[in-house]
């Protein structure tokens, strides 16, 4: 797969239309509640499950008994956030076929989906939703053949986030960009955005980022961290001192960070006799 596609196929899922499934007797719900149901096509037994974070602001993961092809969930958000969307499946790839992501809001919400495809889910109920699939129709009119696939992606998730400030999407995309696109740029979306986006999740996961980044700008000194390596052994980055030191963020479904490896044992293999050491933090959790 190439770099471009990978890259699209990380960031964006397509959606296409199928037939609405009709709910009666809608529940009636709390400000920050939610109820997601629906009908998988091909499906009338097992378990599906939705990933979100709650009220709270913890992760959670349910599980819904698929009865008779329809499933059922219900819980409490504070505001629209993405959730995944999967089948039995232990896999979180993204070519998973029976995997998905889309926004959750309160309120009810209904879906179709067909096993095998659960990208081409059909949800209603969810304003951030459509704004989403909004910005995925433009971003699906893009060649999949174009040298500057990326840029392209990129040019217009900025001109909805400057024209959609008050879409919790824009938070969304900001945040998605916050390591690609120049600070300056950052911070000016960031102040585009609405008070109540503002202060969204990814809002302030926003305005965190701006901070770090002011705070490790190049020439500035390195924080200093302590913690437990993979042997169990405890690491300090004070240890490291008169040494130059790599610090190497990656994660295990991150492909690019993965094929870097092999060349970062050779630099290691070549340099640490002159002072070089690499450190590599997983990013797979918290």
């Not at 097992?46 to 329809?70: A, E, P, R």
């Not at 059922?72 to 993405?82: A, L, S, V």
């Not at 008050?166 to 585009?192: G, T």
């Not at 240890?239 to 030191?245: M, P, Q």
């Amino acid at each position: 797969m190439s770099q471009t596609k990978m890259i699209r196929n990380r960031i964006f899922f397509y959606f296409v239309l199928v037939a609405p499934l009709n709910i009666v007797g809608q529940t009636h719900l709390e400000n920050d509640e939610f109820t997601f149901r629906g009908k998988i096509i091909g499906q009338s037994n097992g378990f599906v499950f939705l990933k979100y974070i709650n009220k709270t602001g913890k992760k959670v993961l349910c599980s819904s008994k698929i009865k008779n092809g329809t499933f059922y969930f219900q819980g409490k958000i504070i505001e629209p956030t993405r959730a995944i969307f999967k089948g039995s499946s232990k896999s979180l790839a993204d070519d998973d076929p029976n995997l998905t992501d889309f926004y959750l809001e309160p309120g009810n919400m209904t879906a179709n989906a067909e096993k095998n495809h659960f990208k081409e889910i059909k949800i209603t109920g969810s304003k951030s939703q459509k704004e989403y699939e909004l910005f995925e129709k433009r971003v699906s009119a893009i060649s999949n053949n174009s040298d500057s696939l990326y840029e392209k992606i990129s040019d217009i998730s900025y001109q909805f986030i400057v024209t959609n400030p008050d879409s919790y999407v824009s938070a969304y995309l900001v945040s998605l960009y916050k390591s690609r696109w120049p600070l300056d740029s950052i911070r000016f979306l960031y102040n585009q955005l609405s008070s109540i986006i503002q202060k969204s999740l990814d809002g302030k996961d926003i305005a965190e980022t701006i901070k770090v980044i002011d705070d490790n700008l190049p020439g500035k000194i390195a924080k200093p961290f302590s913690t437990i390596d993979i042997n169990g052994k405890f690491i300090s980055l004070t240890n490291f001192k008169s040494r130059y030191v790599l610090l190497d963020f990656w994660a295990s479904w991150c492909i690019p960070c993965r094929q870097g490896t092999s060349h970062l044992i050779e630099l290691f293999k070549k340099y640490h006799g002159n002072g070089l050491d690499i450190i590599g933090i997983s990013d797979d959790d918290d």
